[in-house]
């Protein structure tokens, strides 16, 4: 494993963005939900000025647990009120990885070349504190009933430690094919959802990426077995 720069994460890359613009032109969604907004001007922004030129109908829900994060994303997304900012845990407490989990995730993907948050000596610590906030939890499956568990795109963009666990709790709630969004698939947040996608018929891979830390679009059949 190789540590991501510091602030790498936050900027998107020029492919991203042109790949993320170019799908919603074609496919239109019109039911959106993202995790890991952070301060709503990345993913989130290129989503919505995208949806904007549509001039369409949208529900579009994006998840931060950050509350500080959370409110500075409410107020720079202010020009977009269709856009809905839930302060919370994507997935149920009961799944937060422990500190226990996170040295079993980090110990199983030591000898692959993908990238890691924080230095070594302070990584585990770095995730724990990323989830530590009381605030309400399971926002994937309240966002999800409310479109009567059919949407049209997910975005998944959450902390490194939970990709794994944020990928199949959505995908064991989803009962409607939809496009997968998923940011750093050559890092510890998405690199197992990758490999599972590779090899899993129900999934169709639009683009694949390595820039910066990788990303994929993938096309999601509910249907398929």
Same mark, same amino acid.
């Given at each position: 494993m190789k540590t991501?720069?510091?602030? =790498?994460?936050?900027? @998107?890359?020029?492919?991203? @963005?042109?790949? /993320?613009?170019? /799908?919603?032109k074609e496919r239109?969604?019109?039911?959106? !939900?993202?995790?890991?907004t952070y301060? =709503?001007? =990345?993913t989130t922004l290129i989503i919505a000025k995208e949806l904007e030129k549509l001039n369409s109908y949208y529900q579009f829900f994006t998840i931060e647990v950050n509350p500080y994060s959370a409110n500075i994303a409410i107020n720079n997304l202010r020009n977009f009120p269709k856009i809905s900012v839930c302060n919370g845990f994507s997935i149920p407490k009961i799944l937060v990885p422990t500190l226990h989990d996170i040295r079993k995730l980090l110990n199983e993907l030591k000898d692959?070349? /993908?990238?890691v948050d924080f230095q070594e000596h302070e990584r585990e610590d770095c995730y724990i504190r990323e989830t530590n906030y009381n605030v309400p939890d399971d926002f994937l499956r309240i +966002?999800?009933?409310f479109m009567g568990y059919s949407?049209?795109?997910?975005?998944?963009?959450?902390? =490194?430690?939970?990709? *794994? !666990? @944020?990928?199949?709790?959505?995908?064991?709630?989803?009962?409607?094919? +939809?496009i997968f969004v998923l940011d750093d698939v050559y890092h510890v947040k998405h690199y197992q959802n990758l490999k599972l996608i590779q090899s899993d018929p129900r999934?169709? /891979?639009?683009?694949?990426?390595?820039?910066?830390?990788g *990303?994929? !679009?993938v096309e999601y059949n509910y249907e398929r077995k």
């Open positions: 991501a720069p510091a602030g =790498g994460m936050s900027v @998107e890359g020029k492919e991203f @963005e042109k790949a /993320i613009s170019n /799908i919603i239109r969604p019109t039911r959106i !939900i993202e995790t890991g301060l =709503g001007t =990345g692959e070349d /993908i990238y +966002c999800l009933r949407a049209d795109m997910v975005v998944l963009d959450s902390g =490194g430690h939970i990709g *794994f !666990i @944020e990928f199949n709790y959505v995908l064991s709630l989803l009962k409607s094919s +939809c999934f169709n /891979i639009l683009t694949l990426s390595k820039e910066k830390f *990303f994929c !679009i």
